[in-house]
């Protein structure tokens, strides 16, 4: 497409500038295996990365995340075409450009199982100490109390709250969570069904190499108890209700599009290719890295615990 300028001359006209991407990573939905692919699309210089909570002592609360954006200078907010954490909804509101959420949803049974077990894995998470030391099984580490996420944790960061209790989420911050899905998210994935969600983002912002390895899977653990599904249930109601909405939406955008299918066979046959690929440049990097990063740790751990004068 052409323009022409004041003095008449004909010039190219300029491409619509593309919007800040918001990852709005939920914790346990595959976003480390996202974020992977995100990374490509991105220079380094244009990923602005708000700190996750469980990284550091001084870590921020995902109810906190937003007074501390508010904090980051406005030319650093307005140069992210990438903004990435366990954010809540309404970031956008402090991006000077225009921006578009996207997220993955997940089955709130799996998704409370996997965190539980992240901080049973996780020494340095700051609910590990307590679980271990008060010997919480499953089921009563739902019931606790003792952290949001184990109580309607998709529709209180999709609605933005910051407020309510454990235990008091209501269907008015269900039907808030879907309005802001349905008006302000590009895409909505799934991570049960990972690889189609992808196909969605490419298509929505005409990404190419979206080709992936698991990153950070949970490790199989024991069958849960039926009674122990039904307190996560029970005390994820509100966002299972969310989540049979967002799925049935998700079916439906691929029953409508009669060439998707076809597609989505092209991309897992093609990934199946990259695997052995992303293995060799990503995998056995990182857990390399992690080995020494805990050799690292432990070592200054012990160097902590024995003191100056141990230290001569």
Known sequence: MTTRGEDGSVRAAEPREAPTVIFLHIGKTAGTSLRKILHRQFKASEILRVETPWRNPE??????????????????????????????????????????????????????????????????????????????????????????????????????????????????????????????????????????????????FGWSNVHYVRANVSPRKDPVPPETIGAIEEQNALDLELYRWATERFGAAIAADPSFEEEYARFRRSNSLYRPWGHLTTTYPQAIYDRFAKKRRGRRDASNLQGPQSRG
């Open 59 to 204: 870590r921020l609360r995902r109810e906190e995340t937003l007074d501390y954006f508010a904090t980051l200078p406005e030319g650093r907010r307005a140069s992210a075409r990438l903004i990435e954490g366990h954010v809540i909804f309404g970031i956008h509101e402090l991006v000077p450009r225009p921006s578009t959420y996207i997220t993955l949803l997940r089955n709130p049974v799996a998704l409370t199982i996997s965190q539980y077990n992240f901080v049973l894995r996780r020494p340095r998470h700051w609910l590990h100490e307590r679980v271990v030391t008060e010997h919480m099984d499953l089921e009563r580490y739902v019931r606790s109390g003792i952290a949001l996420e184990t109580d309607n944790s998709q529709i209180r960061a999709l609605s933005g709250d910051r407020t309510t209790p454990f235990g008091g989420c209501t269907p008015a911050m269900l039907e808030e969570a879907k309005r802001n899905l349905t008006a302000r998210f590009s895409v909505v994935g799934l991570t049960e069904r990972f690889d189609e969600s992808l196909i969605f983002l490419k298509r929505a």
